[in-house]
């Protein structure tokens, strides 16, 4: 059981919004940074949000991330069928078991 | 564009060392400002974080795993390597290389991944 607690899956048609939560506790999200990543099937997770809502080059703007204390959220808009993955929260954990955390994933299901 | 490669056996058998190595090409390890990290992920489970290493060789390990990781940097070939000893069945997944700004603790760019079966 992680830590970083996501749903273990959302879905939505194509063209909606989802979002999906991510909720920890002050010695992880509430003091760090939160990051997200995209898995598709068969392949390695991609970076899609860093520094708790900024965009890497080439992620459109279709993905965003906020973070309000103990929790965060991304959210995606005009869903598409390729939307469809795995999405992975992730911080920096500053308890006496530091270390990076992930969330256990959230499957999306484009419907 | 940095890319990262994994390679090593993709068989290991128990009580033994798994050891992995990722070769790291389009950027210099030595250039700082990188951590450069091992991320495993059980079969259809999620990531667990391993570990990290700076190209001073500084490392820090995921605590519940810190027994049996060493983590090393070859600067010279520009590579990192991960040994985790010990290794039983629930050490089977896939193992990503990975690199993490040391800033933010964000990972920018992952390998392929590579799996690693731990059996008899």
């Known amino acids: 059981q992680s830590v970083l607690t996501q749903p273990p899956s959302v879905s939505a048609a194509p063209g909606q919004k989802v979002t999906i939560s991510c909720s920890g506790s002050?010695?992880?999200?509430?003091?760090?940074?939160v990051s997200w990543y995209q898995q598709l099937p068969g392949t390695a997770p991609k970076l899609l949000i860093y520094?708790?809502?900024k965009r890497p080059s080439g992620i459109p703007d279709r993905f965003s991330g906020s973070k309000s204390g103990t929790s965060a959220t991304l959210g995606i808009t005009g869903l598409q069928t390729g939307d469809e993955a795995d999405y992975y929260c992730?911080?920096?954990?500053?308890?006496?078991?530091?270390?990076?955390?992930f969330g256990g994933g959230t499957k999306l299901t484009v419907l | 564009q940095v890319q990262l490669q994994e390679s090593g056996p993709g068989l290991v058998k128990p009580s033994q060392t798994l050891s992995l190595t990722c070769t790291v090409s389009g950027g210099s390890i030595s250039s700082g400002g990188y951590y450069w990290s091992w991320i495993r992920q059980h079969p259809g489970k999620g990531l667990e974080w391993i570990g990290y290493i700076y190209y001073s060789g500084s490392t820090y390990y995921n605590p519940s795993l810190k027994s049996r990781v060493t983590i090393s940097v070859d600067t010279s070939k520009n590579q990192f390597s991960l040994k985790l000893s010990s290794v039983t069945a629930a050490d089977t997944a896939v193992y990503y290389c990975?690199?993490?700004?040391?800033?933010?603790?964000?990972?920018?760019?992952w390998g392929q991944g590579t799996l690693v079966t731990v059996s008899s």
């Open positions: 520094d708790n809502n």
């Open positions: 992730g911080t920096w954990d500053s308890s006496l078991s530091a270390g990076f955390l």
């Open positions: 990975a690199r993490d700004t040391v800033t933010t603790k964000t990972f920018d760019y």
């Open positions: 002050s010695s992880n999200i509430g003091n760090n940074y």
